[in-house]
């Protein structure tokens, strides 16, 4: 037992403590202190959300109420009337008691009333939380000990070591993670297909793709609740391997620097298709790409009628292969018609065959969530949350500085461009940040920056706007002679259109800019990235993940405390060999 006990070392992150094994049997990642920070405050604006939800529908309830019993009041005259054998009943009295009519004959008001605040009076239960993958419990515990107001929460994993790390960790956290969090061994995609709609919050964090939990996860959120969900596998997301993607997501990436908010949109789309099939759709409230993973939470309602908006939120992506332009293609489209509205086909081909500003082909991809993927009511919720609390995120500055720079992201914009990819296609010296925001904001058009890319800028200028932009740029700061045949070439060829006023805006920084708030962070210390796979062996591979002070520790441990690690054997080793060349005299 005392072996055993020196082993395991406590970690603590916010109010939380776990007990972790020195062997790495179970998965803990430091890194996604982020991520857990995140889901906190996010919970925190749910909880407040639904409540506020509630009492909306109590209160629309009552009113409703009200007017039954109203018309139920003058029900009851005529049946009072009837009782004593009275026929002769105003007209408009009798005619409201018989459109509300529900009661048997001589039915009293007051029993009415108690029957109608029967039902409008229903007590709002505590959220029941589900985290499908939950390896050492770290998340549940921190839920269930720093989230007011939660209730139940049910963490799975089916890996036997990590369930009993999981249950010890329970009773470490004492009396209150005790009465809130229960570890079970068991398949995450069965348990959540034998509890439909049984829990408020479905949690999703798996190492790697999400994409095998997606369908059982959108049955398993009640009407109303949310679903937070992560992905890891940004190479697959990202155009690394493209058809990988299709095979898991359903869509095709592409390697534009948008590609990591590409990755959520893809995300986003793939959770949209799988709650389609259940008569479900999704409502984004906040979608984060930070680190090495993208991380979204969207609400699930049902409803077969608002299902049928989807195509009008997904669109195919043309990307031209020779300079930045890019354009969408909205897979659907409605009109209205004799006060109806019908759903059709989305109106194509977008682009030509060839692209119109550099003349090379495009590539196509997705369909990806062209919607709004954040909801700035609940990012400002989030946000206002997390810094009236900034004490219990251990994580602050970071979640903090993504949340501010969310919260002034454009939300109707898809995609963004890359100012020094746009410089890069030219080849010319590249304006200023506030140089080129001005000059966009001045041609009568909206510019912000994304959480996704320091360099990146959203706007609702069309390409040949920008393109004009960057022409008269040019004309200023001329550029070397390029080949006729480049890109460049064949766009600066082109006399601009719209004669671009460069000028400074007021609007061309941010309020968190012009109050020089960080908005990018740096990584806060070295190896910041995923770690090794919970069973995986520990060698010196892993130093670009762990750190070379990490792996030493971990090899002289399983050696049994001999201090020598792998690289000074190795040294002593080629320092005893001879040296082959013979000595030239």
């Not at 939990?213 to 997301?237: E, K, R």
């Not at 946000?383 to 995120?393: A, C, I, T």
Request: aromatic fraction near 8%; glycine fraction near 6%.
């Amino acid at each position: 037992m005392a072996a055993e006990l020196d082993e395991l070392t406590v970690v603590k992150e916010g109010e939380a403590e776990i007990l972790m094994h020195a062997k790495n049997e179970v998965f803990y990642n430091k890194t996604q202190v982020n991520n857990r920070d995140i889901s906190i405050a996010v919970l925190r604006t749910f909880i407040s959300k639904r409540k506020e939800e509630h009492e909306a529908k109590l209160s629309k309830r009552t009113k409703s109420a009200a007017k039954v019993s109203e018309s139920g009041a003058a029900e009851s005259a005529v049946n009072e009337e009837k009782c004593n054998g009275n026929t002769k009943v105003p007209k408009e009295t009798s005619e409201v008691a018989e459109k509300t009519s529900t009661a048997e004959p001589c039915t009293t008001f007051e029993e009415m009333v108690k029957t109608a605040e029967g039902k409008v009076r229903v007590e709002l239960k505590p959220p029941r939380v589900l985290e499908a993958l939950s390896a050492s419990g770290l998340r549940a515990l921190r839920y269930a000990r720093e989230i007011e107001g939660i209730g139940q929460i049910v963490a799975l994993d089916n890996d036997k070591a990590s369930v009993e790390a999981c249950r010890r960790n329970i009773k470490f956290n004492g009396s209150v993670a005790i009465s809130k969090v229960e570890s079970n061994l068991a398949d995450a995609r069965v348990y959540m297909l034998t509890h439909p709609k049984e829990f408020d919050v479905v949690d999703l964090d798996p190492y790697g793709s999400p994409s095998v939990f997606l369908d059982s996860a959108v049955q398993s959120v009640a009407d109303g609740g949310i679903l937070m969900c992560t992905a890891t596998d940004m190479a697959v997301l990202c155009g690394g391997n493209g058809e990988v993607c299709y095979s898991k997501y359903g869509s095709y990436p592409l390697r534009g620097k948008y590609c990591h908010e590409m990755a959520l949109r893809i995300l986003l789309a793939s959770i949209e298709s799988h709650a389609n099939r259940y008569k479900r759709y999704i409502f984004p409230v906040l979608s984060v790409q930070m680190d090495f993973y993208v991380r979204v939470f969207v609400r699930v309602y049902t409803s077969a009628g608002a299902m049928k908006n989807t195509p009008l939120k997904l669109s195919y992506v043309y990307q031209c292969i020779g300079c930045d332009s890019f354009h969408l293609q909205p897979i659907g489209r409605t009109f209205a018609k004799n006060n109806s509205v019908r759903y059709m086909p989305g109106f194509g081909p977008a682009v030509p065959q060839e692209c119109t500003d550099c003349g090379k082909k495009f590539n196509m991809g997705g369909p990806v969530w062209s919607a709004p993927i954040h909801d700035p009511e609940w990012v400002a919720s989030i946000l206002e949350d997390v810094k009236s609390m900034k004490d219990r995120y251990p994580a602050y500055e970071r979640i903090s500085a993504v949340l501010t720079t969310i919260s002034e992201e454009l939300p109707d914009v898809p995609l963004f461009l890359s100012l020094h990819n746009l410089c890069a296609t030219l080849k010319c010296t590249s304006p200023s940040a506030v140089i080129f925001r001005s000059a966009v904001i001045n041609a009568g058009y909206r510019i912000s920056g994304t959480h996704v890319n320091p360099l990146g800028l959203k706007s609702d200028a069309p390409m040949d706007v920008i393109w004009d932009i960057m022409r008269c740029w040019v004309k200023n700061h001329p550029v070397k002679a390029q080949a006729l045949d480049q890109a460049g070439s064949v766009i600066l060829a082109k006399e601009p259109v719209l004669q671009a006023n460069f000028a400074r805006a007021v609007a061309s920084l941010s309020k968190a800019q012009a109050k020089k708030v960080a908005r990018f962070l740096p990584n806060p210390e070295r190896h910041w990235g995923p770690k090794v796979k919970a069973g995986r062996i520990i060698t010196s591979k892993h130093i670009s993940l762990l750190g070379p002070e990490a792996v030493n520790g971990y090899l002289s441990h399983e050696n049994g405390g001999d201090e020598e690690g792998p690289e000074t054997k190795r040294v002593k080793t080629e320092e005893e060999v001879e040296d082959p060349t013979p000595e030239v005299s």
